[in-house]
């Protein structure tokens, strides 16, 4: 298939630029590729689609302050974005300059700190933070919160809560699990109340998932890295709810492809690894029955990944149906749970 397989136009005003009052007061567009529906609800509601014994898999990734600007030694300004931190003081990073610094370079950050370059790894700058801080504390005090490039404007207090899931636990990542954002304290307990098995996994979601697909033919795309790690009580769970017939539904496209990723490299057991698994359509799902989701880019490798799920024609109706109904897209946007066959 072709990248332009992908594509439709969204009007700009869908693009939400801010979060709702309430976490749980986006709309929820139901899609089953079962019965070939599509149905408007509210996401509070969306308990309603449960019943005991059936498992709802969360990703716990926390949004780290992965964007700093500084200078060179030779006085240009850059812009350095952490995409994953490798150890207390190494990292890779995305780094904006007039032209690119090279291995053994220094970038001046801020707190008069330094870094230097030691190289590159395919499109990533391997950097070192020199002195005792980690990078972690260090981007804690300094960084900023790296909201979306479509969302215009700088992130605030109000950003740095609610572009983090109430359930964010192990920092690493550089982007939200958004569909997760749409889960509050009120909503899980509602869940687990009623008997669904509530349970996480971790992929830290890196600068990557923003980047265009920039080939015509998507099988010639190589699909960025991610690491994640997967759980024994997950595991477990999954395996005995899918032994009494129960629905297994992965919120975000990332629990999907850790899921997924796991399940594609044979046996399944807890243990940490790095996934670049690139979802299209024809693709053959083990594990997960059903997607909550946020509405994707045209042309993005998320788009495609929702398309393998749900059907190619008919995630176009359902993305026809959302702009029709001006559901609001992105990172802040309303959601959507969708039902594979």
Do not use: C
């Not at 567009?29 to 149905?39: D, G, P, T």
């Not at 083990?286 to 880019?297: A, C, E, G, Y």
């Amino acid at each position: 298939m072709r990248t332009l397989d992908f594509d439709f136009y969204l009007p700009p005003h869908l693009i939400a630029q801010y979060p709702l009052p309430n976490r749980s007061e986006s709309r929820l567009l139901e899609v089953n590729a079962q019965e070939r529906s599509i149905k408007d609800n509210l996401f509070r509601q969306i308990s309603e689609q449960f019943a005991a014994g059936d498992v709802l898999v969360l990703n716990d990734t926390k949004v780290i302050k992965a964007r700093l600007f500084g200078q060179k030694a030779t006085g240009g300004q850059i812009e350095v974005m952490i995409d994953r931190v490798l150890s207390p003081q190494e990292a890779y990073a995305q780094i904006k300059s007039s032209r690119s610094p090279k291995a053994g370079s220094m970038l001046h950050l801020a707190g008069e700190m330094q870094a230097e370059v030691l190289g590159r790894v395919q499109d990533m700058f391997h950097i070192r933070l020199l002195g005792e801080q980690s990078w972690y504390d260090f981007l804690e005090q300094y960084g900023q919160l790296p909201l979306p490039p479509y969302i215009e404007h700088a992130a605030d207090t109000t950003d740095d809560s609610r572009y983090q899931t109430v359930f964010a636990k192990h920092a690493g990542a550089v982007a939200a699990p958004t569909a997760g954002l749409h889960f509050d304290e009120v909503l899980l307990q509602s869940l687990m109340d009623k008997g669904v098995h509530v349970r996480y996994v971790t992929l830290h979601v890196g600068a990557g998932t923003f980047q265009p697909v920039k080939v015509d033919n998507i099988a010639e795309h190589h699909m960025h890295s991610e690491v994640y790690h997967l759980p024994e009580e997950t595991i477990s769970t999954i395996l005995a709810a899918r032994a009494e017939g129960k629905r297994v539904t992965a919120v975000g496209t990332t629990s999907l492809r850790t899921l997924e990723s796991a399940a594609h490299a044979g046996k399944l057991f807890a243990h940490h690894g790095d996934t670049d698994i690139f979802i299209t359509p024809g693709f053959e799902f083990k594990l997960v029955d059903r997607l909550i989701t946020n509405f994707h880019l045209p042309k993005s490798t998320l788009m495609m990944l929702v398309s393998a799920f749900g059907g190619y024609d008919l995630m176009r109706e359902a993305y026809a149906h959302a702009i029709a109904q001006s559901y609001r897209f992105f990172s802040y946007g309303d959601a959507m749970l969708i039902t594979r066959k």
